[in-house]
């Protein structure tokens, strides 16, 4: 049977206009080895803003096109489209994961039509997508689609996290912003798994929410006290391994600062070069898009590196990734839930004032797009 759906798309042009909108595009009959999926959720996740919005000034935010046909366009201001050069005039579907029914499969296949999966791989913004098991997990009868969304990249991080902590040698992780669905499953996989883990939140409100599942380190970025604080809680963990999702400003060097202060606390001498103790911290998200500022007052034994969950999955044994991803599916329900603000629709999605709420990324919110 012929089918069409909608994609959302993203297009920057040469001269510097980003334009969103949905696209009606044939859906192909699913081959030898591949699902058809209708998509019925999808999370907005900080990563798939990144390519929604690229660098545009969202102040320029309009609406244009029709009811049936809406389009959201914003200007990216000329200074940054060197950024972005790759991707000019191309036309991109959006959406890192998401869950739906299978619709359709390939004759190998016929099993799983039916059944509900949550499947990673982009473009699942849209009404189908046409993917290959490979990139799925079969949910359980009773789950909803909602609960099998957000199955890939933020628990995926969060175990990624524990799983380069055990790689590298350490024994503790500092994460900030903390109190994100992401910071959440993290929590809660470092209690069972016996690692402690410094919690940085931005308000008192977060402190109790993270306090109220069980976290035990927690440290507030908005009291005067916040240094000192940081420095006691690394030197009580050993924490000489944190990650850093907000990347611009200096959350990165406080980190590095507070780890080198706790080390320090155990040097018989002093050294000029500072702690021989290895301090590493990585930025893995763009909360805050400015420059990453780094005061140096952390000596010469440290590293500041990128973390990406899927070049980090290019190169982790398979039998860790298999282990990571039978354990989100055994735990979707608990620690790997995810809480969602409020549910949109493609449409709404083009929507100036509901983008603009989106679109800001702040910590405990999270938007799951319903086509």
């Not at 980003?18 to 595009?25: A, G, P, S």
């Not at 109220?212 to 916040?226: K, N, Q």
């Not at 240094?227 to 990347?247: P, R, S, V, W, Y």
């Not at 706790?262 to 001498?269: G, L």
Request: aromatic letters at 6%; one cysteine or more; proline letters at 5%.
């Amino acid at each position: 049977m012929a089918r069409s759906g909608r994609e959302l798309r993203t297009t920057i042009t040469e001269d510097g206009m980003l334009r969103i909108n949905l696209e009606t595009l044939p859906v192909p009959e699913p081959a030898q080895g591949e699902l058809l999926v209708r998509v019925e959720a999808a999370p907005i996740n900080p990563s798939d803003l990144g390519l929604l919005f690229g660098p545009a000034d969202m102040n320029t935010l309009k609406a244009q096109g029709t009811v049936e046909n809406p389009v959201l366009t914003a200007q990216v201001p000329a200074h940054l489209l060197p950024a972005v050069k790759a991707r000019l005039g191309q036309s991109m579907p959006v959406g890192n994961e998401g869950a739906g029914k299978v619709v359709g499969a390939g004759s190998d296949l016929q099993h799983l039509v039916g059944k509900r999966v949550a499947m990673i791989g982009g473009a699942m913004y849209a009404d189908y997508r046409l993917i290959t098991p490979e990139s799925c997990i079969v949910l359980p009868d009773e789950a909803t689609a909602a609960e099998g969304a957000a199955l890939f990249v933020n628990p995926l991080t969060a175990l990624g996290f524990v799983e380069t902590m055990r790689a590298e040698g350490h024994r503790a992780i500092v994460h900030a912003p903390a109190a994100s669905n992401l910071g959440q499953m993290l929590v809660k996989i470092c209690q069972a798994d016996g690692i402690e883990l410094v919690n940085i939140v931005r308000s008192q409100e977060q402190a109790d929410l993270l306090r109220g599942i069980g976290a035990r380190h927690i440290v507030d970025s908005s009291t005067e006290t916040f240094a000192q604080d940081l420095e006691n809680a690394i030197a009580d963990t050993g924490a000489m391994l944190g990650f850093d999702a907000i990347g611009g400003g200096e959350m990165t060097s406080t980190m590095l600062n507070a780890m080198e202060a706790a080390a320090a606390r155990k040097m018989d001498s002093y050294s000029r070069y500072g702690s021989s103790t290895m301090k590493q911290v990585y930025i893995y998200g763009s909360l805050d898009t400015g420059p990453t500022i780094l005061k140096r007052r952390f000596g010469f034994t440290w590293n500041l590196g990128g973390w990406l969950l899927f070049s980090f999955l290019k190169r982790t044994d398979p039998g860790v990734a298999k282990r990571m991803r039978d354990r989100v599916r055994a735990e979707m329900t608990t620690t790997f839930a995810s809480h969602y603000t409020a549910e949109i629709s493609l449409q709404d999605a083009l929507r100036p004032e509901i983008a603009a709420v989106y679109e800001k990324k702040s910590t405990g919110e999270k938007y799951l797009l319903v086509p």
